[in-house]
């Protein structure tokens, strides 16, 4: 066993016998560290961590409306695959404003059995953007809806 596995055997160890909200506070910081020195540091896809939704703000660029049908289908493919895709965020202090997701977001946060099944936690990962560049990105992230809700024009025609 190489000194690389072993230190990550123990450290899986040691996560493994801490209480629930510790292993999450636990896997969150190793994969920060990891991220940190790792050849992949600058895409927001290699640092996936698990947050509270009370963490999760409304961001007023994001499309809320969903169908009622469209939800149910987000739920039972939640159910049957597991979260997929993380919830996008700009990082913003202890909070994080929500990009893309909001409705994993919410269909993890309001579903009993999904809920329960995460702990209580959510998916998410972050982009790191200057607030002059944040409306553009959150409509990038949103064009698959088709409109945007505060104008009514067409997002990526």
């Known amino acids: 066993m190489t000194r690389i596995e072993a230190l990550t055997a123990a450290l899986a160890w040691k ?3 801490l209480p629930v909200e510790q292993q999450v506070d636990a896997l969150n910081q190793a994969r920060r ?3 940190e020195v790792g050849p992949f ?3 927001p896809v290699d640092l996936v961590t698990w947050v509270r939704p ?3 703000v409304a ?3 994001v499309p809320k409306a969903a169908a009622s049908s469209e939800m149910d289908l987000l739920h039972a493919s939640i159910l049957a695959d597991g979260f997929t895709r993380p919830i996008v965020t700009f990082p913003e ?5 929500l990009v893309d997701g909001v409705h994993r977001a919410r269909i993890g946060r309001d579903m009993p059995d999904l809920r329960d099944r995460l702990h209580g936690y959510l998916l998410v990962v972050g982009i790191d953007k200057a607030d002059d ?5 959150t409509l990038r992230h949103n064009w698959a809806w088709g409109r945007h809700h505060e ?3 067409e997002v990526g025609a």
């Open 151 to 153: 104008t009514g024009t």
């Open 15 to 17: 996560i493994a016998a």
């Open 93 to 97: 202090g202890e909070t994080r404003v």
């Open 133 to 137: 560049e944040r409306q553009g990105t």
């Open 33 to 35: 560290a990891l991220h």
């Open 59 to 61: 961001n007023p660029h």
């Open 54 to 56: 009370r963490t999760l």
């Open 41 to 43: 540091r600058a895409e």
